[in-house]
């Protein structure tokens, strides 16, 4: 029997890629309860593209809306999609996710098994991967998303309590660590956050071999996370701490021997030099060995992991001073 439920609204942040075509369509298609609305916002910049394929909803299609929020990120997409809900549940879906077949019906089981101090109702993703062979980096960190707390791939709050402490802060400007942001303000004002019993796949996306490089970008926003919640936001996240300080002392390393060559000092800048090329192989032979070693794999990790301590460390300072004056947050709007 499907317990009632009071109803609820999608919002389902997009740039236009194919998979919104798999996400709306496995949408429609599963059993349980309608949603009362589902918005579909485009956050693509510059004048509207291609038409979303809003007909894969099938006989959902007439429940849906377009808005557009200009490019400025998925926290800023979901805002906008939030402030078009009056339904007593927002549920929140990226969309690259196949909810599974009885997903309505498991998340209304969900939502009226939760108590009235619960304020948002986590998914179970699972992010399938290839068999027969040990998953590459790339595979391996989008598989993390399985056992990570709060993700928005498919979260559901009550809406009074994402209006309450503000929505989704737009100064994350990416698709990292926004969810944690709001899911301790959340918890700071009293809610529960739980996780249900409903099911959604999280396939992984195309990347290419620079992707990992392109993701250290993530260090800024661990910055403004740090100025926001205190030193130990990481505890309270259950998020994993990375490797921040090890890149930090790889590229003074390097930096140094540098300094100290072109000071003439060749003893001291060898030295140095020593110690950047020791932390270098360290990061990549740990990133190598649990994964499949084939050539490509092995190149990729090389090269990439090359470049990732300087621009961690770069991205992670300049966060630190954009974000100087971020006052930490109180709970109070």
């Not at 590459?136 to 989008?142: A, F, K, L, Y």
């Not at 300080?245 to 790889?250: D, E, I, M």
Request: hydrophobic residues 45%; proline residues 8%; contains cysteine.
């Amino acid at each position: 029997m499907i317990p009632s439920l009071a109803s609820y609204a999608v919002v389902v942040p997009t740039i236009g890629r194919p998979c919104l075509a798999d996400c709306l369509t496995a949408l429609a298609s599963c059993e349980g309860p309608e949603p009362s609305r589902i918005v579909l916002v485009d956050d693509r910049p510059g004048p509207p593209g291609d038409p979303l394929p809003v007909r894969a909803l099938g006989a959902l299609a007439d429940r849906a809306v377009v808005l557009r929020s200009g490019g400025r990120g998925p926290a800023a997409a979901r805002n906008t999609g939030v402030r078009a809900v009056d339904e007593p549940w927002t549920v929140l879906l990226d969309d690259d996710v196949r909810v599974s077949a009885y997903w309505r019906e498991q998340l209304a089981r969900d939502l009226a098994e939760a108590s009235p101090d619960t304020g948002g109702v986590q998914g179970v993703l699972r992010v399938p991967l290839p068999p027969g062979r040990r998953p590459t980096d790339w595979e391996r960190n989008t598989a993390g998303l399985q056992g990570a707390l709060w993700v928005t791939a498919d979260m559901a709050y009550r809406t009074k309590v994402l209006t309450s402490v503000g929505g989704f802060d737009e100064r994350f400007p990416r698709a990292f660590r926004e969810d944690a942001d709001l899911a301790l303000r959340v918890v700071d004002a009293g809610w529960r956050i739980v996780r249900g019993e409903r099911r959604t796949e999280h396939p992984v996306r195309p990347a290419d071999r620079w992707v990992s490089v392109r993701l250290q970008k993530g260090n800024a926003d661990d910055a403004l996370m740090k100025r926001l919640h205190g030193p130990d936001w990481w505890e309270r996240a259950a998020a994993p701490r990375g490797r921040i300080r090890r890149h930090a002392a790889v590229t003074a390393a390097g930096l140094g021997a540098l300094l100290l060559a072109a000071a003439g000092k060749r003893r001291p800048a060898l030295l140095a030099a020593a110690g950047w090329a020791l932390g270098t192989a360290e990061l990549t032979r740990a990133r190598i060995a649990p994964g499949p070693r084939t050539i490509d794999e092995i190149v990729t990790m090389t090269a990439t992991s090359l470049l990732i301590p300087a621009l961690a460390t770069w991205h992670r300072l300049s966060g630190e001073l954009r974000h100087r004056s971020a006052d930490r947050w109180d709970g109070v709007l």
